[in-house]
């Protein structure tokens, strides 16, 4: 049974735009945290942007005033907009979704959506 499916990804060239969704399982009620990370080959998965309960949102700083997160809470859905985008944003970008720790689960991922910045 799949969880957590994003789609959005693809090619673009620099500068170009890409919006990601998330969707969430209906079935996973009370998120409290969705995020978007990033990875590439031979690094580690790192934060993108989250948003969180009340809508408070962070950001890497290499994606400040670049990307905007948001998210549509009733249908449990999050949102990656990423504009001014550069060769060095290429990467898989995963979707994470969390709920208080005393579900079980409580951490659910998607299974990663390919960006590709290139001219």
């Known amino acids: 049974q799949v969880q957590v499916v994003e789609s959005g990804g693809g090619l673009v060239q620099p500068g170009g735009s890409l919006r990601l969704s998330c969707k969430a399982s209906a079935n996973i009620r009370a998120i409290n945290y969705m995020a978007w990370y990033r990875q590439v080959p031979g690094n580690q998965r790192t934060l993108v942007a989250l948003i969180i309960d009340g809508g408070t949102t962070r950001y890497a700083d290499f994606v400040k005033g670049r990307f905007t997160i948001s998210r549509d809470t009733a249908n449990n859905t999050v949102y990656l907009q990423m504009n001014n985008l550069k060769p060095e944003d290429t990467a898989v970008y995963y979707c994470?979704?969390?709920?208080?720790?005393?579900?079980?689960?409580?951490?659910?991922w998607g299974q990663g959506t390919q960006v590709t910045v290139s001219s």
């Open positions: 994470n979704v969390r709920r208080p720790r005393f579900f079980t689960p409580f951490e659910y």
